[in-house]
């Protein structure tokens, strides 16, 4: 699920208007970020992935024909656990016009469901965004600020088994059986 993560968040700030480039560094990272606060380039986001919560579960997700069988066999897809896993995103930025902008344009940008390599559905929730590093604007000092934006995001989705079983095309009804009594 790591991979689909940074995917969908990278093509989400992408298009929101983040560069996927400032003077040759990446503005992606995955936190927490080992370099100097100094040597990384602003704007840019920084990706945390929290642990993973796993929640046992028996759920018939969906039944479908199976792939190359449509005619004689369905397919039964079960979900064996749910997966609950929680991101924290941090852009950082100098320009605050800018951060609030593009905050707004990555919040409502995000999908709320993309599918996994398994094809199955990954819901995705910003459950909190919180703000940190804005200034009074009675002092103004010429120093560059840090502006920091939280995005606190859900990604949840199944771990799924498929099981095939034969379709029932004809049946054999016995009409000659007599009732006793």
Same mark, same amino acid.
């Given at each position: 699920?790591?991979?689909?993560?940074? $995917?969908? *968040?990278?093509?989400?700030? #992408? +298009?929101?208007?983040?560069? &996927?480039?400032? %003077?040759?560094?990446?503005?992606?990272?995955? +936190?927490?970020?080992?370099?100097? @606060?100094?040597?990384?380039?602003?704007?840019?986001? &920084?990706?945390?992935?929290?642990?993973?919560?796993?929640?046992?579960?028996?759920? $018939? *997700?969906?039944?479908?024909?199976?792939?190359?069988?449509?005619?004689?066999?369905?397919?039964?897809?079960?979900?064996?656990? *749910?997966?609950?896993?929680?991101?924290?995103?941090? #852009?950082?930025?100098?320009?605050?016009?800018?951060?609030?902008?593009? +905050?707004?344009?990555? =919040?409502?940008?995000?999908?709320?469901?993309?599918?996994?390599?398994?094809?199955? %559905?990954?819901?995705?929730?910003?459950?909190?965004?919180?703000?940190?590093? /804005? /200034?009074?604007?009675?002092?103004?000092?010429?120093?560059?600020?840090? *502006?920091? $934006?939280?995005? =606190?995001?859900?990604?949840?989705?199944?771990?799924?088994? @498929?099981? &095939?079983?034969?379709? #029932?095309?004809?049946?054999?009804?016995?009409?000659?059986? $007599?009732?006793?009594?």
């Amino acid at each position: 699920m790591r991979k689909l993560i940074f $995917k969908t *968040l990278t093509t989400a700030a #992408i +298009a929101a208007g983040l560069p &996927e480039t400032i %003077n040759g560094k990446e503005t992606v990272y995955e +936190a927490p970020v080992t370099i100097s @606060d100094q040597m990384l380039p602003k704007p840019r986001i &920084e990706i945390q992935i929290m642990d993973v919560a796993v929640k046992p579960s028996g759920r $018939k *997700l969906s039944k479908f024909p199976s792939p190359n069988k449509e005619t004689t066999h369905r397919t039964i897809r079960t979900a064996k656990d *749910l997966i609950v896993q929680p991101v924290r995103m941090a #852009i950082i930025a100098n320009d605050e016009k800018w951060l609030e902008d593009f +905050a707004h344009s990555l =919040h409502s940008g995000l999908p709320r469901r993309v599918a996994d390599r398994y094809n199955n %559905n990954v819901s995705i929730q910003v459950e909190a965004v919180k703000s940190s590093g /804005g /200034g009074t604007k009675l002092v103004k000092i010429d120093l560059k600020t840090k *502006l920091v $934006k939280i995005f =606190h995001i859900r990604f949840s989705g199944y771990v799924t088994t @498929d099981s &095939e079983t034969p379709w #029932i095309k004809d049946t054999d009804i016995n009409t000659d059986y $007599k009732r006793e009594g």
